[in-house]
């Protein structure tokens, strides 16, 4: 049983661009959620998907967008890329019954130059 | 809002000494607790929770008990080991949220020596 799998493991970046990162759930989930980790840093709740809809959102612009499909995979889209934006982007999956187990994958190392 | 406070680290030990993390959250509800563990170059690992006052979670050798009267969710192992190396995170999950959300603090970073 493949656990939460994410794409890509690391890519850089140029300040201005965007970027898309991918997020496969663990199977029999059905939602997901992104978090930015900085160096040194707790990880912070981006915002959660569930039937393709987004049902709740942390403190972060409108420069960080998302998408859930049908097969219950997500993808994380980043605009105008800022410097500040280097980070481990984790996703993580759940049933969504709260009380629920979350469960990580490995992230996406985004450095931003 | 919700919020979790770890101890600063690094928390340097020797094998198979004594380990205490110190944890303590705030919320407005009756959160379920966690604690995380990151190896390096690596994601979260769930290491054990906790959903209501006075659980003990434990995992590996480590435990954790929710104390709703201070607000705290400290991990403790009786012998470290090398291998236990890592970041440790406390985190929680607000039910008045209802949705599977995770408030975390900053991490402890452990090194273990031989």
């Known amino acids: 049983d493949a656990g939460v799998t994410q794409s890509p493991t690391h890519l850089i970046k140029t300040r201005g661009q965007q970027v898309t990162l991918r997020c496969s759930p663990k199977?029999?989930?059905?939602?997901v959620s992104w978090y930015q980790q900085a160096l040194g840093q707790g990880p912070q709740f981006i915002f959660q998907?569930?039937?393709?809809?987004?049902?709740q959102r942390g403190n972060f612009p409108d420069r960080f967008s998302g998408h859930q499909f049908p097969n219950y995979s997500s993808e994380l889209n980043v605009n105008a890329l800022l410097l500040g934006d280097s980070a481990l982007y984790l996703c993580a999956s759940s049933r969504t019954q709260s009380g629920n187990t979350i469960y990580f994958g490995e992230g996406s190392w985004l450095t931003v130059v | 809002g919700n919020s979790v406070t770890q101890m600063e680290g690094p928390v340097t030990l020797s094998e198979e000494a004594f380990l205490t993390i110190n944890c303590t959250y705030t919320?407005?509800?009756?959160?379920?607790l966690f604690w995380y563990v990151q190896y390096p170059g690596e994601g979260l690992q769930l290491l054990l929770k906790a959903t209501k006052a006075d659980d003990k979670g434990s995992n590996k050798g480590f435990e954790a008990t929710y104390r709703k009267e201070t607000t705290s969710f400290h991990l403790e192992k009786g012998s470290v080991q090398v291998s236990d190396s890592a970041v440790y995170f406390c985190a929680l999950s607000d039910p008045n949220s209802g949705y599977s959300t995770l408030t975390f603090g900053k991490g402890t970073m452990l090194l273990v020596s031989p």
């Open positions: 199977s029999g989930h059905d939602t």
């Open positions: 919320a407005t509800g009756y959160p379920s």
């Open positions: 998907y569930y039937e393709e809809e987004e049902r």
